[in-house]
């Protein structure tokens, strides 16, 4: 198991980002969350077999058609939290 923080820049608001991320990770197979964050920037916490999440991240290079990604940042984070399904959170 396979847990990442990913901050997602460019244009990520407003073009439905968030809820693209979280069909792909329920299609996926991934748990975890989606939310916008205050300086424009997406964050994605996903949980699960690290190549789910690295299919999740492969796609969140390029989101969805509508979105232009400039930077994906990711770091791997301790497991200390379990997720029952995907969100979006406000």
């Known amino acids: ?9 460019g244009k990520v608001q407003g073009v ?3 809820f693209s991320t979280q069909q792909q990770a329920r299609k996926i197979g991934v748990n975890g ?5 205050k300086n424009g920037d997406v964050e994605i916490v996903a949980l699960g077999d690290t190549e789910k999440v690295d299919a ?3 796609w969140a290079e390029l989101g969805p058609p509508s979105a232009m990604v400039n930077n994906l940042r990711v770091e791997v ?5 379990e997720f029952n399904g995907f969100e979006i959170l406000r």
């Open 77 to 81: 984070i301790a497991e200390d939290e």
């Open 33 to 37: 969350y989606v939310r916008n964050l």
């Open 56 to 58: 999740l991240l492969k």
């Open 1 to 9: 198991m396979t847990k990442i923080r990913a901050i997602v820049s």
């Open 16 to 18: 439905g980002f968030r």
